[in-house]
């Protein structure tokens, strides 16, 4: 176990401005004579706690519902869970990629419906799997830049029922229908209609740049990085008995139990956990890249239904509130890249950036939580870590980043076993890096996911003295 790190220990040399000498800790300005309504540096952010939905495979127990419903709940319990009052929020952002028309923006349909203040703005975010990270890192844009004290930052996705749009000559034929206005013109558009135009324009989780799913490019990534199938079999069981451990501890303690219409029972777990033997993971069948790929359904994430919900805010508002925070939200960072040969490998360009920025190391982490598209995806991303080629032609450093110890790497499980609702896992991998720093004694976490258009994030939590679980 690493010793932890006095932050104190971090501060750069002091600065001048206009002759006053300041100092800076974590990005923090800790000169407090300087500290005015204008200086909005000073405030240390707080994530105060994170709930989320039961994890479920589509088209299972949730799948009569609405993005709304999940939604809509998630925001209902965080404010049960934390107890503060609804006129304490003022601004909400919430995250969803497959968007539902009728509630295009969600984060607003779902406060309403979960009865926060009519009052209180919301907008909805979209960055592909980061799009709840996104939802956090713009609340501590808004609290550190004054507009805000009090944010909720959450995402849903519902991949049960997921827009399906006619063919475009029979949308271009409606839109023209309705705006014929004789009865001429009318059957004009109808005599037009052929058989072709009622093929639907079915959805896919492919790249628009590309026109390749992330499944080839998990495939590319094992045989660029050499990854066997064994390996990333392996690597799917222990995400699976990982998770299997911690839900029979009790560790998923951000998860809250939902009541839905037509099921018997309340549901109150992820379904998607299932520990098999290595024999019965062997015999699957490629998914993507057939024969040759490696890429199977048991070593792949799944489509999932689920939504989380998260409350950021001052440490000093938090006081005022009489709530305990969980964590400082200390440093955070995107990247993108090549969305063709590396569109999985955020997290090997997002690790060294935050680590940088942060003047941590990979032995100051204490806790990793990092986003499992596919094993073949993680596995290709520690290669990269532990790489001192890829660090100097990609990273532009003279030696590798390294590796973590593995008992630190996703030991409740990670997104290939709880499962990975595309939006709402950035809350589930704060949440759970918040409640393992208190649980497992660490001081520091890091938060890292690749996204569709080669784009990554890289997050540094750090428990708060007060926190518990």
């Not at 989380?308 to 440093?331: D, M, Q, V």
Request: glycine content about 8%; proline content about 4%.
């Amino acid at each position: 176990m690493f010793p932890f790190i006095k932050a104190v220990s971090k501060i750069d040399q002091g600065f001048k401005i206009y002759g006053v000498t300041y100092t800076r800790a974590w990005g923090v300005q800790m000169n407090k004579n300087y500290a005015t309504k204008y200086d909005q540096t000073s405030k240390n952010i707080v994530f105060v706690d994170g709930v989320r939905t039961p994890f479920l495979q589509s088209g299972t127990q949730y799948k009569n519902l609405m993005s709304y419903d999940l939604a809509r709940h998630s925001l209902l319990s965080l404010k049960r869970k934390i107890g503060f009052p609804n006129e304490a929020v003022e601004y909400i952002c919430y995250g969803t990629v497959m968007q539902e028309i009728k509630t295009s923006n969600i984060g607003r349909e779902a406060a309403l419906g979960a009865g926060y203040s009519e009052y209180t703005p919301a907008h909805t975010i979209t960055m592909a799997c980061i799009s709840s990270n996104q939802a956090i890192t713009t609340a501590m844009g808004l609290i550190a830049c004054g507009t805000y004290d009090v944010i909720v930052a959450g995402g849903v996705e519902f991949m049960s029922d997921i827009p399906i749009r006619l063919s475009r000559p029979m949308r271009s034929l409606m839109l023209q229908g309705n705006k014929a206005k004789t009865l001429a013109q009318k059957l004009s558009l109808l005599g037009s209609i052929r058989p072709s135009h009622f093929i639907p324009d079915l959805p896919a989780v492919a790249e628009f740049s590309s026109g390749e799913t992330m499944g080839h490019s998990g495939d590319r990534l094992a045989a660029a990085f050499a990854i066997t199938r064994k390996e990333e079999d392996e690597y799917a069981l222990r995400s699976h008995t990982l998770a299997a451990q911690a839900q029979k501890q009790g560790n998923l303690s951000d998860l809250v139990p939902i009541k839905v219409l037509g099921v018997e029972e309340v549901i109150n777990k992820d379904n998607g956990i299932r520990v098999s033997t290595p024999e019965q993971l062997g015999k699957l069948k490629p998914a993507f890249v057939k024969p040759y790929g490696t890429v199977t359904a048991a070593n792949a994430s799944f489509l999932t239904d689920g939504a989380s919900a998260a409350l950021i805010t001052t440490e000093e508002k938090a006081r005022l509130l009489g709530l305990r925070p969980k964590a400082y939200l200390r440093n955070f960072t995107y990247v993108s890249q090549d969305p063709i040969d590396q569109l999985l490998l955020g997290p090997a360009y997002a690790i060294p950036k935050v680590l940088e920025k942060s003047k941590l190391s990979v032995k100051d982490i204490g806790v990793w939580e990092v986003h499992e598209a596919f094993a073949a995806q993680i596995l290709a991303n520690l290669k990269a870590l532990d790489s001192d080629w890829f660090a100097q032609h990609y990273l532009k450093k003279s030696e590798k980043v390294g590796v973590p110890e593995l008992q630190k790497w996703n030991s409740w499980g990670g997104s290939l076993s709880i499962g990975h609702p595309f939006a709402a896992t950035g809350i589930r991998l704060a949440t759970h890096t918040a409640n393992r720093l208190i649980k497992e004694d660490q001081q520091f976490g890091l938060i890292a996911a690749c996204a569709a258009g080669g784009q990554g994030v890289g997050m540094i939590l750090e428990r708060h003295p007060d926190a518990k679980v």
